[in-house]
């Protein structure tokens, strides 16, 4: 079993920061890339961000350029979100998905159950 468990939504101010946490857990042999995705009311899910094992090839939308920052720690096999300058329109359900592979198995996707992100004054 594998486990994706975020934390760190909640409400803000515009303008304010929050950071994200996902850790996974559970039988894990390699973590491939890790991401980050939101869905908004009656909208789709988007990218929001995400980042391959190594920490290169780094991809954020455009919306969110400049203003948030994905890492990760793979001792922890954790990874961040740090958001800053938050906008009304950054107001979303954030899930967190990750490429696992399990010992002698094929990678697969995992979610998260998602974290509220709420952007109000």
């Known amino acids: 079993q594998v486990q994706l468990v975020e934390s760190g939504g909640g409400l803000v101010q515009p303008g304010g920061s929050l950071r994200l946490s996902c850790a996974a857990s559970?039988?894990?042999?390699?973590?491939?890339?890790m991401g980050w995705y939101r869905q908004a009311p009656g909208k789709e899910r988007e990218l929001v961000a995400d980042?391959?094992?190594?920490?290169?090839?780094?991809i954020y939308a455009d919306s969110v350029k400049g203003r948030f920052t994905i890492s990760r720690d793979n001792a922890k096999n954790t990874a961040y979100l740090q958001m800053n300058s938050l906008q009304a329109e950054d107001t979303a359900v954030y899930y967190c998905?990750?490429?696992?592979?399990?010992?002698?198995?094929?990678?697969?996707?995992?979610w998260g159950q998602g974290t509220q992100v709420t952007v109000s004054s």
């Open positions: 998905k990750a490429s696992i592979a399990r010992p002698f198995s094929s990678s697969n996707d995992y």
């Open positions: 559970g039988s894990i042999f390699r973590i491939n890339t």
């Open positions: 980042i391959r094992n190594s920490g290169s090839n780094i």
